[in-house]
């Protein structure tokens, strides 16, 4: 159940369309969109995904679906398949949560996949560059079946190229929602590393606290200090500083980033064929296997990403930031 709730997650980038030799066109009509999301599910049947039954029709009553994720201020969860981040439906004005207790993560998105989602009436008003990468994203959701610290990555990796292809093969090398596409991929790249930097750091002050070394104060200016010095690094890749930024933040990124540079190295020593790379993570093991601790989601990664390794084994050292043609 928890898998299915949270299998819908997908970190959305924003980008701007530029058509060349076009003035910026940062409006489609909701007749052009609907009509675009033929052309993606065109481009990913190429690419050899499976037909879903997401995006189909179109709602304007259901608007947007509302998440937050918690968990403790003095402990970092591993990832959204740890049961120890907590997760529930609402609103920041809705739900009321023991700050000094908890650290809380609030989050919105206009479509899920594994349950036919609709066209929303947020997905029809997200820019253009969003509305692109949701679509690749949430459709991969449905290619395979396992942990989400596996899918996310696989799915971030895919649905970027994928968009990269695609905008490639519509507006052209030229056009800036290419190139930024191109970028952003190498910025998540670059986020991976900070994430598990501070991850790995963060987690070493808690265990000194649970091992009675520390006080809670002083882990918890400890833990200021970081969070201030990991939002400034972050700033440097994207220009801003995430405004949640805190335990539940960070294990919700992990998901993503932990494996975000494995599942790109595999794409990469493809020579850059997502086709290919597709073929190879559909085929990633223990799909559909059962997991409820996170042992047993540690134990399928182990395995995934022991497959992952072996198909690099005969192929050429990929450039870490790469992005591709």
Known sequence: MRKALLVLLA?????????????????LTDEQKLELIQDIKAFEKKLGFSETENFITFS?????????????????????????????????????????KYDVYFYSIPAIAGVKTPVTKSLMQVPLHRFIHIIFHEDWHEQIDLPLGIEEPSGEVVSYAAAILF????????????????????????????????????????????????????????????????????????????????????????????YLPLM????????????????????????????????????????VTDYLYDSLKSVRQPYPFDVGN
């Open 11 to 27: 970190l959305l980038i924003i980008f701007v369309l530029i058509i060349p030799g076009c003035k910026p066109r940062t409006e």
């Open 60 to 100: 304007y009553e259901t608007e947007a679906y509302h998440y937050y994720f918690y968990t403790s201020s003095t402990k970092l969860a591993y990832s959204l398949d740890d049961p120890t981040l907590q997760f529930g439906t609402g609103t920041p004005e809705s739900v009321s949560i023991d700050s000094k």
């Open 167 to 258: 905008t490639e093969e519509k507006f052209g090398q030229d056009s800036e929602i290419y190139n930024t596409l191109r970028q952003h991929l190498s910025n998540k790249l670059s986020e991976s590393e900070i994430y598990q930097d501070y991850y790995e750091q963060l987690n070493a002050i808690y265990s000194r606290f649970q091992a009675g070394i520390i006080s809670e104060a002083e882990t918890l200016h400890r833990k200021d200090q970081l969070l201030e010095s990991m939002g400034n690094d972050l700033q440097g890749i994207w220009g801003g500083r995430p405004d949640q930024l805190n335990n539940a933040f960070i294990a919700f990124q992990m998901t993503y980033f932990r």
């Open 264 to 303: 790109y190295q595999v794409y990469s020593t493809t020579d850059f064929d997502l086709i290919e790379a597709i073929a190879i993570f559909r085929a990633m093991p223990k799909q559909g296997a059962s997991f409820d601790n996170l042992e047993k989601v540690k134990s399928i990664e182990k395995q």
